[in-house]
Nanobody
């Protein structure tokens, strides 16, 4: 089993930066692919970014390219999401997810991931 615990959320203003962390414990070998998703109230869970091959490659939703950076520190068993120039529409609960394989073409789909954290709230005010 894998346990994921997110932290770093909070209330920020539009244009600010925030860094989220996801601590991994348990069977870390089952976290070949990790990702960040977000969910706004009343909306479906949305892909933000993914890290493949224990951090070897990164993939982003078009809406966050150039502003967000996903990274992974394998020595610390921690996944990060650096978010810059945040927008009000990016308010929501941010979730960390992991799976033991790479699903080419489906890495942006929540159903591709086996493990999920409890989420951390990010609120971006205008």
């Amino acid at each position: 089993q894998v346990q994921l615990v997110e932290s770093g959320g909070g209330l920020v203003q539009a244009g600010d930066s925030l860094r989220l962390s996801c601590a991994v414990s348990g069977r870390t070998s089952s976290t070949h692919t990790m990702a960040w998703f977000r969910q706004a109230p009343g909306k479906e869970r949305e892909f933000v970014a993914a890290s493949r091959g224990f951090g070897a490659n990164s993939y982003y939703a078009d809406s966050v390219k150039g502003r967000f950076t996903i990274s992974r520190d394998n020595a610390k068993d921690t996944l990060y999401l650096q978010m810059n120039s945040l927008k009000t529409g990016e308010t929501g609960v941010y979730y960390c997810a992991a799976c033991p394989r790479w699903n080419s073409g489906r890495y942006s789909e929540p159903r591709s991931y086996d493990y999920w954290g409890q989420g951390t709230q990010v609120t971006v005010s205008s």
